[in-house]
């Protein structure tokens, strides 16, 4: 749903200004903010992903690889995700496949894409652990960007309060929600998400370069357990959260703890029981070659 929002935040002296969710029109076909910053976050996670794996031996066409395949399928897996936990809003297949109306799950896209990456390094013979180390941050820094097209859509916020970082908001969302035309002064989670998420990046980037791991998917559990912790409570506050089916629980919620808990358990486990297998360095194929010359 395409809208224009009246924000403020005037715990920070920032008063009143308008946001238009529409960026610009292409012979007539409106292009959203939030589409441009999810693009955003996908092409700085790729671009960190070749960076990082670049380290490990794993090429920029090796990336590229499985862009191609984990970025559709992670959106799919993200739509699906919100279709199934909100089958009652659907009525037609057009609903279903109409991304423009709104409706993506974290969640899902990650499940999706998890298993993409995971059969993908299995037919490239490539470390699977080796390399989400090196996706996860750029994951949670594509998060952290795509929020902020939540910000522009005027959503993803969270109840009434009066904290000094509290932010107004009157949209169309807002008159549903509270029932009033007026602005109301609610949390701003989609902040509270994006700041908490471009913190975990830095410092598991400041960990990963001054203390370095000492396994491969250490990295990839920090990164998931900091996610988990933060986004467990942050859900909290938000008053447009999925429910599980005949419960007061909150799916997001759920899985964060859970996600927070299993992390956190095997980073404990493995600071304790120091593993000894050596760190994954893809080979090149120039080397192969020169160490079956060798023989």
Same mark, same amino acid.
């Given at each position: 749903?395409?809208?224009?929002?009246?924000?403020?935040?005037?715990?920070?002296?920032?008063?009143?200004?308008?946001?238009?969710?529409?960026?610009?029109?292409?012979?007539?076909?409106?292009?959203?903010?939030?589409?441009?910053?999810?693009?955003?976050?996908?092409?700085?996670?790729?671009?960190? !992903?070749?960076?990082?794996?670049?380290?490990?031996?794993?090429?920029?066409?090796?990336?590229?690889?499985?862009?191609?395949?984990?970025?559709?399928?992670?959106? %799919?897996?993200?739509?699906?995700?919100? %279709?199934?936990?909100?089958?009652?809003? /659907? =009525?037609?297949?057009?609903?279903?496949?109409?991304?423009?109306?709104?409706?993506?799950?974290?969640?899902?896209?990650?499940?999706?894409?998890?298993?993409?990456?995971?059969?993908?390094?299995?037919?490239?013979?490539?470390?699977?652990?080796?390399?989400?180390?090196?996706?996860?941050?750029? !994951?949670?820094?594509?998060?952290?960007?795509?929020? *902020?097209?939540?910000?522009?859509?005027?959503?993803?916020?969270?109840?009434?309060?009066?904290?000094?970082?509290?932010?107004?908001?009157?949209?169309?969302?807002?008159?549903?929600?509270?029932?009033?035309?007026?602005?109301?002064? %609610? =949390?701003?989670?989609?902040?509270?998400?994006?700041? *908490?998420?471009?913190?975990?990046?830095?410092?598991?980037?400041?960990?990963?370069?001054?203390?370095?791991?000492?396994?491969?998917?250490?990295?990839?559990?920090?990164? /998931?357990?900091?996610?988990?912790?933060?986004?467990? /409570?942050?859900?909290?506050?938000?008053?447009?959260?999925?429910?599980?089916?005949?419960?007061?629980?909150?799916?997001?919620?759920?899985?964060?703890?859970?996600?927070? !808990?299993?992390?956190?358990?095997?980073?404990?486990?493995?600071?304790?029981?120091?593993?000894?297998?050596?760190?994954? %360095? &893809?080979?090149?194929?120039?080397?192969?070659?020169?160490?079956?010359?060798? &023989?």
């Amino acid at each position: 749903m395409l809208r224009i929002s009246t924000i403020s935040f005037p715990g920070i002296g920032i008063g009143e200004f308008s946001v238009n969710s529409v960026a610009f029109s292409i012979f007539g076909f409106d292009i959203a903010w939030y589409a441009l910053l999810i693009t955003f976050g996908m092409v700085c996670a790729v671009a960190y !992903v070749i960076y990082e794996s670049k380290k490990i031996g794993i090429t920029s066409e090796d990336v590229l690889d499985y862009a191609l395949f984990v970025i559709p399928i992670g959106i %799919v897996g993200a739509r699906l995700y919100y %279709v199934l936990t909100e089958l009652d809003k /659907f =009525h037609s297949i057009w609903e279903v496949f109409n991304i423009r109306g709104g409706g993506l799950a974290i969640y899902g896209g990650i499940i999706a894409g998890g298993i993409t990456v995971l059969v993908v390094s299995y037919v490239k013979k490539i470390n699977f652990l080796a390399f989400a180390d090196c996706v996860a941050p750029g !994951v949670l820094l594509a998060q952290g960007i795509g929020r *902020w097209g939540n910000f522009m859509n005027g959503e993803a916020y969270g109840y009434e309060c009066d904290w000094f970082c509290r932010m107004g908001l009157q949209s169309a969302n807002t008159a549903m929600d509270f029932g009033t035309s007026e602005m109301v002064y %609610v =949390h701003p989670t989609f902040l509270y998400e994006s700041l *908490w998420n471009f913190l975990g990046v830095a410092l598991v980037v400041l960990f990963a370069k001054y203390i370095k791991k000492q396994y491969d998917g250490q990295l990839f559990l920090m990164i /998931f357990g900091w996610y988990g912790l933060g986004r467990m /409570f942050i859900e909290g506050l938000r008053t447009d959260s999925l429910y599980i089916p005949g419960t007061e629980l909150r799916i997001s919620q759920v899985l964060a703890g859970i996600i927070f !808990v299993c992390a956190t358990a095997i980073l404990i486990y493995f600071a304790i029981k120091k593993p000894n297998k050596p760190l994954y %360095v &893809k080979e090149s194929k120039t080397k192969l070659i020169s160490k079956k010359g060798k &023989k």
